[in-house]
């Protein structure tokens, strides 16, 4: 199945914080019990919502852990309002096998409805318009887009084709990133606790209410010796 929908993009696009996620009409698995074609536009679609977009480059065992690890932590990023996007060069009906294939074969083995919808990038042009296109094998690198809900790239990172990202890590910097918006406050994107509002104004309150700080309880200290 062949959609010639946008025009080609030849070469790899340089990608900085702050610019806009480019909208193109791609061929996607998406879930559920038959894993059905259907026609994505990640700039599009998921407007006003978080994005986080990854690309799998056909390093499969690698790829089945990175799937499994976004898909345990799909309901944490849905509380974030964040949708999580795979990207992969493969057709719908290769990416079909792949999802029924054993895990210790380089599957993932997915017996239930599959959350996470999979872009089959298979002429790069979702990767080459994000830098991401490894023009040399014909494959995308792997590498992890965080997009807010205005559609600007908040977070980019590419590694080594046979290391995974951990998710935990991209679930706190979207987490992060996604408060600094609500609050306008810089933090730490602590996974453990979630941060919200709420939390803010309690440990500001908290610290209204001892009405010191640490270099004043120090210099406090140090006054009575």
């Not at 025009?7 to 009409?25: F, G, R, W, Y």
Request: proline share 4%.
């Amino acid at each position: 199945m062949s959609v010639n929908m946008n025009k080609e993009v030849t070469e790899n696009k340089a990608i900085e914080p702050l610019m806009e996620l480019p909208s193109m009409k791609l061929i996607a698995l998406g879930g559920g019990a038959h894993r059905h074609c259907m026609i994505l536009n990640p700039a599009v679609d998921y407007k006003d919502m978080y994005r986080v977009i990854f690309f799998l480059p056909m390093t499969f065992t690698c790829d089945s852990s990175e799937m499994k690890s976004f898909h345990e932590l799909y309901e944490d990023f849905k509380k974030e309002n964040c949708q999580l996007i795979a990207v992969n060069s493969d057709n719908p009906l290769v990416n079909r096998r792949w999802l029924k294939k054993p895990a210790a074969f380089g599957g993932f083995q997915f017996g239930e409805d599959l959350k996470i919808p999979i872009i089959c990038d298979h002429d790069l042009r979702l990767a080459k318009s994000l830098g991401a296109a490894d023009t040399d094998k014909g494959i995308p690198r792997r590498a992890v887009y965080i997009v807010d809900w205005d559609g600007r790239f908040r977070h980019m990172s590419m590694m080594a084709h046979n290391i995974c990202p951990s998710a935990k890590e991209v679930l706190r910097l979207a987490r992060a990133f996604r408060e600094l918006d609500l609050t306008g406050r810089v933090v730490t994107g602590v996974l453990e606790k979630k941060l919200t509002l709420d939390n803010f104004i309690e440990d500001d309150n908290k610290a209204l209410e001892e009405n010191t700080t640490p270099a004043e309880e120090k210099v406090n200290s140090q006054n009575e010796d």
